[in-house]
């Protein structure tokens, strides 16, 4: 089967217009009967990022809301794998089930996906996060992770000149090394050093999604140190960060943090007006669910990549914070967004081409 690889052409088609439309045409609201379960690892739907917006994908599809699940239980579940020796049991037992879809999120889902995949042929099953399991069963969507990071990269940049703070660093911290992560990393680091060239930026993986006492730990380190802003693409480990960088800015600290996957200002609250969280990096896993689910509903369902990326709206950058982001700030970033969407402004999406890019750090691993 050859991979097709599938650009949204317009938000319209897929993306936006999904969101506007899946609870008036779709689920429960249409009269449909499409089933499916989310399968999860241990962070759950309770990560405030990744899971939750797939989650939320579900939801809108049904015409339900985070609040009101009357369709839970008959038309779509989600089940949280503890560990992950309980991956392939329970793609199995919802294979067994036969529900119409099943979706796993997360490139450690790959191995037992790509494997129960193949043993049960006439099982729909999504895959977020992969494009590299080629079977006629399995859609994969990807995004352009590199694309939305280098917003929130800028956006880090032209704070720090706003704020006037002399010889700002910069932080990022990973959950488990995978090319995907690195994306993010890569993404942020060329968006920093598009504005401030000589920009000094550290690392650390926590290898983990689940442990946000890492990153709360390692974000205090930096933010002593002086590192003024700290992207985490971590799942549930990254809520430390923002953790941290509240408790700094409630103390009067001039630190930020900066959320991933989805809009995270309301989790970096520490009053009642203002947020420690900067902006989030939207990566829109409701559009993959939605795109999903409607191929579904539709009988158009088939093994190919979906990619969705700064085109297609799959990814963007949050602008609720907008005590912090001036709309200047605000402008300049979207003039880069239609840059790069024009091709203009061509990011690099692994280490070994940012390494080919202009001041690019030598000592960043990404990983």
Not at 175 to 187: H, L, Q, R
Not at 285 to 297: H, T
Request: charged share 20%; hydrophobic share 45%.
């Amino acid at each position: 089967m050859k991979k097709g690889l599938f650009m949204l052409i317009l938000a319209g088609i897929v993306s936006l217009s999904l969101f506007a439309n899946a609870g008036q045409q779709t689920g429960a609201a249409g009269g449909q009967n499409v089933t499916v379960r989310l399968l999860t690892d241990a962070t759950g739907i309770d990560d405030k990022s990744f899971n939750a917006a797939a989650w939320r994908g579900i939801l809108q599809f049904y015409g339900d809301t985070w609040d009101s699940t009357p369709n839970r239980g008959s038309l779509y579940e989600v089940v949280t794998a503890q560990t992950q020796d309980m991956f392939i049991p329970n793609l199995r037992q919802a294979a067994d089930e036969k529900y119409d879809l099943i979706v796993a999120t997360g490139f450690t889902f790959a191995d037992a996906l790509g494997e129960v995949a193949a043993g049960t042929p006439e099982q729909n099953y999504l895959m977020v996060d992969v494009d590299w399991i080629d079977l006629p069963n399995v859609m994969n969507a990807v995004f352009a992770e590199h694309e939305g990071s280098y917003l929130v990269g800028l956006a880090a940049a032209l704070k720090a000149q706003a704020d006037g703070i002399a010889d700002p660093r910069f932080g990022f911290i990973g959950g488990i090394a995978d090319p995907t992560i690195a994306k993010f990393e890569i993404g942020y680091i060329q968006g920093i050093l598009s504005a401030l060239p000589n920009a000094k930026i550290v690392e650390y993986y926590a290898n983990d999604w689940g442990r946000p006492d890492l990153a709360k730990t390692q974000a205090k380190n930096w933010y002593d140190s002086g590192v003024y802003v700290i992207y985490s693409a971590a799942g549930g480990t990254g809520n430390g960060t923002i953790a941290q960088a509240k408790e700094y800015r409630l103390q009067g600290r001039n630190v930020w943090a900066i959320g991933v996957d989805s809009d995270q200002y309301e989790e970096g609250l520490y009053n009642d007006t203002d947020s420690a969280v900067l902006t989030s990096m939207l990566k829109r896993v409701e559009s993959a669910l939605l795109y999903a689910l409607n191929a579904v509903k539709d009988g158009t369902f088939k093994g190919e990549v979906v990619t969705l990326d700064l085109k297609t709206d799959g990814v963007g950058f949050a602008i609720t914070n907008t005590a912090a982001l001036s709309q200047d700030i605000i402008s300049k970033i979207e003039a880069e967004k239609a840059k790069i969407i024009a091709g203009t402004i061509k990011v690099a999406a692994t280490l070994e081409e940012a390494r080919a890019t202009p001041n690019f750090p030598a000592d960043i691993k990404a990983q």
